[in-house]
């Protein structure tokens, strides 16, 4: 009977894992580099708690299943709403700001295809307690300064959700239709969004993108709409920090976001190459998320890579990574002397990566196989050498092999 592995899954081979690793250990050190602690949340949780603000995108995506004792439960969509949980039940008496950051694979039941899977990791962080534009444009910077520690290429768009929740709030549509109306321009169902919006000057403000130079065309355009030019205000603010702190950017105001929690920044960063998928990051500010769930009026900020997007785009750039490769290899020639050779390769595994043959193999077999793993030496153990306290040691890129003492060996390592 075949089985196999469900819809949207994928195996990750040792190759292509040793390759994600060393990707994520760069971001995540890039993260730690900032004052960032690593956290976990569990792989399921209460659907309610992603029935609040995630968004009806997600809700629509999320695997729900009751567990044995009846309650409703769900593999996690995403990770914003559970650290708020998180926050509001662990961490609320911790000095702010609280900056933590994860790295684990979300669930959404939508059509696999390239670039979109079931399964699919995300890294992410989330800057707990402070409200100034300068926290926007460091969580903003973090961002780039990851994909800039692996070499990618890429393209970030800010925009402001208080420029256009304010801008509606001043024409008076109420907060129910605003939601809609952002999920609507989210999804690029601008005939929709246009139902529930009648004014021309909204539209307008959603079309505006660009570089710095829009900034003067929105202020001429919002004037008189005093909630909307207050955000515009702060928006400013954080460009100003972007430019400080030397981040690339453009301006887009017609960036929406399907997550309902977000009030005010948003950025979005692209890369080319990825087809429609080509979304890798997403993020913004949610100031009211926390309190939903603790009373407690706590702003935030964060954003979650698409890490197998980072992977493709990896890929697609032709970055290279560096090879996975075994210090050494340990053959003993003969029966005889396996023990020894045992002794040796333990011996070395605390200070470097060791393998020692294990089928048996005649010597040039097992130096095939060295060679195929990519070590970088053979320790050749034969009878005649450890006679008088020696070993073969062979560099696998060179071929050249000399005979060598133990302690001779540990200085080459
Ligand atoms: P979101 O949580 O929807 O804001 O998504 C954040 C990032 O996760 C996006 O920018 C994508 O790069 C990535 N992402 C979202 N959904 C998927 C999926 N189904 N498969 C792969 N990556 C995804």
């Known amino acids: 009977m075949r089985i196999e592995k469900p819809r949207g899954t994928?195996?990750?081979?040792?190759?292509?894992?040793?390759?994600?690793?060393?990707?994520?250990?760069?971001?995540?050190?890039?993260?730690?580099?900032?004052?960032?602690?690593?956290?976990?949340?569990?792989?399921?949780?209460?659907?309610?708690?992603?029935?609040l603000k995630s968004g009806k995108e997600i809700q629509q995506h999320m695997y729900i299943f009751r567990d044995k004792g009846g309650r409703e439960l769900c593999l996690r969509p995403e990770a914003t709403a559970?650290?708020?949980?998180?926050?509001?039940?662990?961490?609320?008496?911790?000095?702010?700001?609280?900056?933590?950051?994860?790295?684990?694979?979300?669930?959404r039941y939508e059509e696999p295809q390239k670039g979109r899977y079931r399964e699919f990791w995300q890294i992410g962080i989330e800057l707990i307690g402070p409200k100034g534009p300068e926290s926007d444009a460091e969580v903003i910077d973090i961002a780039a300064m990851s994909l800039k520690s692996i070499g990618l290429k890429f393209k970030l768009e800010v925009g402001h959700l208080g420029i256009l929740r304010g801008l509606m709030q001043d024409l008076g549509i109420n907060r129910e239709v605003q939601n809609g109306v952002i999920s609507a321009?989210?999804?690029?169902?601008?005939?929709?969004?246009e139902k529930l919006v009648k004014?021309?000057?909204f539209f307008d403000l959603v079309d505006m993108k660009g570089d710095k130079r829009v900034i003067g065309r929105v202020t001429k355009l919002i004037r008189g709409h005093t909630h909307s030019l207050k955000?515009?205000?702060?928006?400013?603010?954080?460009?100003?920090?972007?430019?400080?702190?030397?981040?690339?950017?453009?301006?887009?105001?017609?960036?929406?976001?399907?997550?309902?929690?977000?009030?005010?920044?948003v950025f979005e960063i692209r890369v080319d190459g990825l087809g429609a998928q080509n979304q890798i990051c997403g993020g913004g500010r949610y100031d009211n998320l926390i309190g939903l769930f603790s009373g407690l009026d706590v702003p935030a900020v964060g954003f979650a890579f698409g890490f197998d997007r980072i992977i493709d785009a990896v890929r697609e750039q032709d970055i290279r990574v560096p090879e996975r490769r075994i210090d050494l290899v340990v053959a003993p020639v003969s029966n005889e002397v396996r023990e020894e050779a045992i002794k040796i390769a333990s011996r070395f595994r605390g200070r470097c990566s060791v393998e020692v043959d294990l089928m048996n193999r005649k010597l040039g077999k097992i130096l095939e196989y060295a060679s195929r793993i990519n070590a970088k030496y053979t320790i050749i153990v034969g009878p005649r050498e450890l006679k008088k306290g020696l070993v073969v040691l062979r560099d696998m890129n060179s071929g050249s092999q000399k005979e060598?003492?133990?302690d001779e060996i540990r200085e080459i390592l």
């Open 82 to 107: 559970s650290v708020c949980r998180m926050f509001a039940e662990e961490l609320r008496a911790e000095q702010k700001p609280v900056k933590v950051y994860y790295s684990c694979p979300m669930f």
């Open 10 to 51: 994928r195996d990750f081979l040792p190759d292509e894992m040793w390759g994600r690793d060393l990707i994520e250990k760069r971001i995540s050190s890039t993260i730690e580099n900032y004052g960032y602690r690593k956290i976990l949340i569990p792989t399921f949780e209460r659907s309610e708690l992603f029935m």
């Open 199 to 201: 004014d021309r000057i």
């Open 185 to 193: 321009i989210d999804r690029g169902q601008r005939d929709r969004a």
């Open 404 to 406: 060598i003492g133990m």
């Open 231 to 265: 955000a515009l205000e702060e928006f400013k603010e954080i460009l100003s920090y972007l430019d400080l702190m030397e981040v690339d950017y453009s301006i887009n105001l017609g960036i929406a976001r399907g997550l309902e929690y977000y009030t005010g920044m």
